[in-house]
């Protein structure tokens, strides 16, 4: 039984250790992000010029249809559905729509 726990602490030590390593990744490359493609070197910090991306719950009907349910307001309402938590969340749009940075600023937050 001490191998059980060992490894659950050495796991859940690793998974300590990669949320740590993650966000100090994005402090250092995505704290700031740049303006416009067309202005380099001019960058702003993430929390001045953010602003919340409009996110839809979009549901898979089982003809394969997708209808959007909802709108999202808020960080919880992505992750937690029908009071279920969702480990996995599939994030399309178009392009320079905010994907990434709404990804940073979640890691960020």
Same mark, same amino acid.
């Given at each position: 039984m001490k191998k059980t726990n060992s490894k659950e602490t050495d796991y859940n030590h690793d998974i300590l250790d990669f949320q740590r390593?993650?966000?100090q990744y994005?402090?250092?490359?995505?704290?700031?992000?740049?303006?416009?493609?067309?202005v380099p070197n001019h960058d702003k910090y993430l929390m001045e010029i953010y602003f919340t991306p409009e996110i839809h719950q979009i549901v898979?009907?089982?003809?394969?249809?997708?209808l959007k349910a *909802?709108?999202?307001?808020?960080?919880?309402?992505?992750?937690?559905?029908?009071?279920?938590t969702k480990k996995h969340v599939f994030?399309? *749009?178009?392009? *320079?729509?905010?994907?990434?940075?709404?990804?940073?600023?979640?890691v960020l937050d």
């Open positions: 390593r993650l966000k994005y402090l250092d490359n995505l704290r700031h992000v740049p303006v416009s493609p067309w898979a009907e089982k003809d394969g249809k997708k *909802g709108q999202m307001f808020k960080y919880n309402d992505i992750f937690q559905i029908y009071l279920k994030l399309q *749009g178009e392009p *320079g729509k905010g994907k990434t940075t709404f990804a940073a600023k979640l």
